[in-house]
């Protein structure tokens, strides 16, 4: 598979198909226009420290939380974050910042203005997706859908706009804006909020993931960089079936995605 670098640039028009199908990412504030290897030391993005679609800086960033302005301890009046769940929300935005591998999967997003792309109902292997939501069982949230349901305002640090929480502006900033609980809501616990592993999967980043058991096609959040990245065989099963069977994946479950690539096998075009 073509991995970019700065001195082969040339190639990127020729294989600008191929990349756009297997080594797709998603554009955003802190993302390259192309992939190309890092090191990360940061031990979670580390997956990804041979090929990857982030900085070391991003990689920090997210290690710090200080990538994204969202504030995960929105409910902070009745407990902050537990570590083991902010160490499954920081793993999903390493493969968020730095995955290669979501090209089959890329949308246009034209309801958020930081970008102009996400992705859209990547199959998250289902055992994943249990260990995320068992992590972040009884931590708080006020709202289900993080990616569209918070209010937004504009804290200073002059006191003039404050929060009854305590919250504050990251990395030291004089004003920031802060996302907040919807009017009406209260925080209850994550396992009252989504019930289930596969309705916190898919709901709460507004469908970028697709809740898949193990045995079929589905990608992981963990895995060991230096044996490989398993989601690169995924990848290239979506990307080869769309090519040849003219479906668009996101219309299909896995398992119908797999219904599609054994057809695909005996019917070709013109024949």
């Known amino acids: ?3 970019y670098s700065r001195q082969h640039n040339s190639r990127v028009q020729l294989n600008h198909c191929k990349i756009l199908l297997n080594n797709g990412f998603v554009k955003e504030r802190h993302s390259f226009s192309v992939s190309y290897p890092h090191f990360f030391p940061y031990e979670q993005c580390s997956p990804w420290r041979n090929r990857s679609c982030c900085t070391q800086e991003t990689a920090r960033a997210i290690h710090e939380s200080s990538h994204h302005p969202l504030d995960y301890d929105h409910c902070k009046s009745r407990r902050t974050l537990s570590k083991d769940c902010r160490r499954h929300f920081t793993q999903d ?19 958020r203005p930081w970008r102009t792309e996400r992705f859209y109902g990547v199959p998250l292997c289902a055992s994943d997706c249990e260990a995320w939501f ?9 709202t289900d859908n993080w990616s569209l349901n918070f209010r937004w305002v504009t804290i200073t640090d002059d006191g003039i706009t404050k929060l009854s929480d305590g919250r504050q502006c990251k990395n030291g900033a004089s004003s920031c804006k ?22 916190f999967c898919e709901t709460v980043w507004d469908g970028s993931w697709r809740y898949t058991p193990d045995d079929q096609p589905c990608m992981r959040l963990w895995f060991d960089g230096e044996a490989g990245n398993p989601n690169v065989a995924v990848a290239e099963f979506y990307a080869n079936l769309k090519s040849a069977s003219g479906v668009d994946t996101l219309l299909l479950s896995p398992a119908l995605a797999l219904l599609v690539s054994v057809v695909a096998m005996f019917i070709r075009p013109g024949l």
């Open 134 to 142: 068992e992590a972040c069982l009884y931590d708080f949230t006020c």
């Open 93 to 111: 935005d390493c493969f968020y910042e730095c995955s290669p591998n979501v090209g089959p999967w890329v949308v246009k997003d034209n309801e």
């Open 178 to 199: 802060v996302n907040v609980c919807p009017e009406g809501s209260s925080c209850v616990t994550f396992l009252q909020m989504y019930g289930n592993a596969s309705n």
């Open 1 to 3: 598979m073509f991995i």
